[in-house]
């Protein structure tokens, strides 16, 4: 068997690398036994002769005796498939067969389900196309300023453009911007395409100098915007209401449902969602308008959140409107100090700072002013606050006192405050805020807080007779205070409407006297036509009513030409007459 042993391994690879049946079989005498004995020399027991050996034989004789063969064969088909063991333990075939058999366990669906899947996929995939394509359109706009539809008032000058410039280059490589540099630009004015930037730069210097404040009563403080636009809101009907009423001479925001109207509900959506208690107040629309305009949606956002809570205007919101209260009776004490006689003339016809201030105070100024205005209160705004509110108002009353002390009675001071204080130039512009920065308003404004507290406690520390008079007072009070609220935001409205109906009363009546026109001319030619024709052409019925009624209500031609013939007569050398026709209908023009 030695000889067995040692051809085999010859043998197997020859047939398995490249099998040749001839080759196979011209080695095979060498593979069998030595041959028996002849007959004559073997005993008298004969044994069979063993059949010739065939390749096939001799293959199954090479597989039987070669161990490394067996060997071999066992590994090369244990590297191509694998055992049983291996198939287990690997976590791609596991998660197949289990998702193979959840899916084998679930019933299959109709061809009508899957018709409709297949219709709810693509609308879903058009409508997120859809939105993508807007999103990259909102984008587009914002990088080109499209949104910024309105005059500088007043306008920057050059220098102060280069300088900011320079500012926010040095604040971008990080170098330290001090605090009276930043002021005096933000002073002399902010430039419009910067604006947006400027407007980071001053959240950052604010929260390096100030602590931050204290929002553990907030629970989706910092719940990130994507977040809270996914989820919904109990103030939806009242964010969805007022979205038409937000600007709606702006083109940004006229489209009902457009880009701009659907960036303005996310971002009111997301700070109701942000702060449950303050909710949605009527003027946060105008607010976040004017930081739309400026900003992407997202960073409008974090504007309008910085504004609620570090800069602390979330208190003037609150539903019980008692901050507003606080500010107005600051404001009323700060006008009684700077404009006494103002004061006196105001109050003697009753009109309080509650009726006229409340809008400037709840919109800062972007409900009845210029935009341009608005925008360079926001800019006062994000670097000293609220008290910026304050200045601005005592400049505008500054500068119309002397109209306003002309007027007599309560609706003409009211209708001159909101009509005509807010049509300002760029001179009076310039001077309300040159004026603002001037005043020096801080410590007045926390003594007269204080004041107010004390007043507030003297009051309730009054005779329990008084109380109830004075709960009633004060129901009464703030349901006037919410009636006037209301009308203020309805006389809004209306005026805007009055508005847009003038405009177009005003078209009408252009078209109108254009068609007018054109009809006198066309009596005339008919006219013309029917008398100046070989037959003399009938006029039908139709034209011949208008040409009764004209020439009931035009005086009659002059001899040569009573019925303006010269009108439609060719050539350079007639004069053009602009005469009346006559009903005569004998007259000739030749």
Same mark, same amino acid.
């Given at each position: 068997?030695?000889?067995?042993?040692?051809?085999?391994?010859?043998?197997?690879?020859?047939?398995?690398?490249?099998?040749?049946?001839?080759?196979?079989?011209?080695?095979?005498?060498?593979?069998?036994?030595?041959?028996?004995?002849?007959?004559?020399?073997?005993?008298?027991?004969?044994?069979?002769?063993?059949?010739?050996?065939?390749?096939?034989?001799?293959?199954?004789?090479?597989?039987?005796?070669?161990?490394?063969?067996?060997?071999?064969?066992?590994?090369?088909?244990?590297?191509?498939?694998?055992?049983?063991?291996?198939?287990?333990?690997?976590?791609?075939?596991?998660?197949?067969?289990?998702?193979?058999?959840?899916?084998?366990?679930?019933?299959?669906?109709?061809?009508?389900?899957?018709?409709?899947?297949?219709?709810?996929?693509?609308?879903?995939?058009?409508?997120?196309?859809?939105?993508?394509?807007?999103?990259?359109?909102?984008?587009?706009?914002?990088?080109?300023?499209?949104?910024?539809?309105?005059?500088?008032?007043?306008?920057?000058?050059?220098?102060?453009?280069?300088?900011?410039?320079?500012?926010?280059?040095?604040?971008?490589?990080?170098?330290?911007?001090?605090?009276?540099?930043?002021?005096?630009?933000?002073?002399?004015?902010?430039?419009?395409?910067?604006?947006?930037?400027?407007?980071?730069?001053?959240?950052?210097?604010?929260?390096?100098?100030?602590?931050?404040?204290?929002?553990?009563?907030?629970?989706?403080?910092?719940?990130?915007?994507?977040?809270?636009?996914?989820?919904?809101?109990?103030?939806?009907?009242?964010?969805?209401?007022?979205?038409?009423?937000?600007?709606?001479?702006?083109?940004?925001?006229?489209?009902?449902?457009?880009?701009?109207?659907?960036?303005?509900?996310?971002?009111?959506?997301?700070?109701?969602?942000?702060?449950?208690?303050?909710?949605?107040?009527?003027?946060?629309? &105008?607010?976040?308008?004017?930081? *739309?305009?400026?900003?992407?949606?997202?960073? /409008? %956002? @974090?504007?309008?959140? =910085?504004? $609620?809570?570090?800069?602390?205007?979330?208190?003037?919101?609150?539903?019980?409107?008692?901050?507003?209260?606080?500010?107005?009776?600051?404001?009323?004490?700060?006008?009684?100090?700077?404009?006494?006689?103002?004061?006196?003339?105001?109050?003697?016809?009753?009109?309080?700072?509650?009726?006229?201030?409340?809008?400037?105070?709840?919109?800062?100024?972007?409900?009845?002013?210029?935009?341009?205005?608005?925008?360079?209160?926001?800019?006062?705004?994000?670097?000293?606050?609220?008290?910026?509110?304050?200045?601005?108002?005592?400049?505008?009353?500054?500068?119309?006192?002397?109209?306003?002390?002309?007027?007599?009675?309560?609706?003409?001071?009211?209708?001159?405050?909101?009509?005509?204080?807010?049509?300002?130039?760029?001179?009076?512009?310039?001077?309300? &805020?040159?004026?603002?920065?001037? *005043?020096?308003?801080?410590?007045?404004?926390? /003594? %007269? @807080?204080?004041?107010? =507290?004390? $007043?507030?406690?003297?009051?309730?520390?009054?005779?329990?007779?008084?109380?109830?008079?004075?709960?009633?007072?004060?129901?009464?009070?703030?349901?006037?205070?919410?009636?006037?609220?209301?009308?203020?935001?309805?006389?809004?409205?209306?005026?805007?409407?009055?508005?847009?109906?003038?405009?177009?009363?005003?078209?009408?009546?252009?078209?109108?006297?254009?068609?007018?026109?054109?009809?006198?001319?066309?009596?005339?030619?008919?006219?013309?036509?029917?008398?100046?024709?070989?037959?003399?052409?009938?006029?039908?019925?139709?034209?011949?009513?208008?040409?009764?009624?004209?020439?009931?209500?035009?005086?009659?031609?002059?001899?040569?030409?009573?019925?303006?013939?010269?009108?439609?007569?060719?050539?350079?050398?007639?004069?053009?007459?602009?005469?009346?026709?006559?009903?005569?209908?004998?007259?000739?023009?030749?």
């Amino acid at each position: 068997m030695g000889h067995v042993e040692d051809v085999p391994t010859g043998v197997t690879s020859i047939c398995n690398d490249n099998y040749e049946p001839d080759r196979c079989g011209a080695a095979l005498p060498s593979l069998t036994p030595p041959s028996a004995p002849t007959a004559a020399a073997a005993p008298s027991t004969t044994r069979p002769s063993k059949p010739k050996p065939t390749p096939r034989r001799a293959m199954r004789q090479v597989i039987k005796y070669s161990g490394k063969l067996k060997e071999t064969l066992v590994h090369e088909v244990q590297g191509l498939r694998p055992s049983s063991k291996h198939r287990e333990k690997s976590p791609l075939v596991a998660r197949t067969s289990s998702d193979a058999a959840a899916t084998a366990a679930q019933p299959r669906r109709s061809r009508e389900e899957l018709r409709q899947l297949w219709k709810k996929a693509i609308n879903q995939q058009v409508l997120l196309n859809r939105m993508e394509r807007e999103n990259e359109r909102i984008t587009e706009r914002v990088r080109s300023g499209e949104r910024v539809m309105y005059a500088e008032m007043p306008p920057c000058a050059g220098d102060v453009k280069s300088e900011w410039r320079q500012l926010l280059d040095s604040w971008r490589a990080g170098r330290k911007v001090h605090v009276d540099d930043l002021q005096e630009l933000v002073f002399r004015g902010v430039p419009i395409r910067l604006r947006p930037e400027v407007w980071q730069l001053l959240v950052f210097h604010h929260r390096l100098h100030h602590p931050a404040p204290s929002v553990s009563h907030v629970d989706n403080y910092d719940t990130s915007y994507l977040q809270l636009i996914r989820q919904l809101t109990s103030f939806q009907r009242e964010i969805l209401t007022d979205l038409g009423r937000t600007f709606p001479q702006h083109p940004y925001f006229r489209s009902p449902f457009g880009s701009g109207q659907l960036e303005l509900f996310n971002v009111l959506k997301a700070v109701s969602l942000l702060d449950p208690e303050l909710g949605y107040c009527q003027g946060l629309g &105008f607010i976040a308008g004017i930081l *739309l305009l400026h900003a992407p949606e997202e960073e /409008s %956002y @974090e504007l309008l959140k =910085h504004m $609620l809570f570090p800069l602390e205007l979330r208190k003037q919101f609150m539903p019980d409107m008692s901050p507003l209260q606080i500010q107005m009776y600051q404001f009323s004490r700060l006008v009684h100090d700077h404009h006494s006689d103002l004061y006196t003339h105001l109050e003697k016809y009753e009109v309080s700072p509650m009726l006229y201030a409340t809008p400037w105070f709840l919109t800062l100024f972007s409900s009845q002013y210029p935009i341009g205005f608005s925008a360079r209160v926001f800019d006062l705004i994000l670097l000293l606050g609220l008290e910026a509110v304050f200045k601005v108002s005592l400049a505008l009353l500054d500068i119309h006192q002397e109209q306003l002390k002309n007027l007599t009675g309560m609706e003409d001071i009211m209708e001159y405050i909101k009509t005509e204080m807010p049509r300002l130039s760029q001179t009076s512009a310039q001077q309300v &805020f040159r004026k603002a920065v001037e *005043l020096d308003i801080s410590r007045q404004l926390l /003594s %007269y @807080e204080v004041e107010y =507290h004390v $007043l507030q406690e003297e009051v309730l520390a009054s005779p329990s007779h008084a109380d109830s008079d004075l709960n009633k007072l004060g129901a009464m009070n703030q349901n006037l205070k919410r009636q006037v609220m209301e009308l203020l935001h309805q006389l809004q409205t209306s005026s805007d409407q009055i508005k847009t109906l003038t405009e177009r009363n005003k078209t009408l009546e252009s078209r109108v006297s254009q068609l007018s026109s054109e009809r006198s001319d066309l009596v005339t030619f008919v006219r013309y036509l029917s008398l100046h024709t070989p037959d003399r052409l009938e006029v039908p019925a139709p034209f011949r009513r208008f040409l009764d009624d004209g020439a009931a209500s035009e005086p009659a031609g002059d001899a040569r030409d009573p019925l303006n013939c010269a009108l439609f007569e060719a050539g350079p050398s007639r004069p053009r007459r602009e005469r009346a026709l006559s009903r005569s209908k004998t007259v000739d023009c030749e």
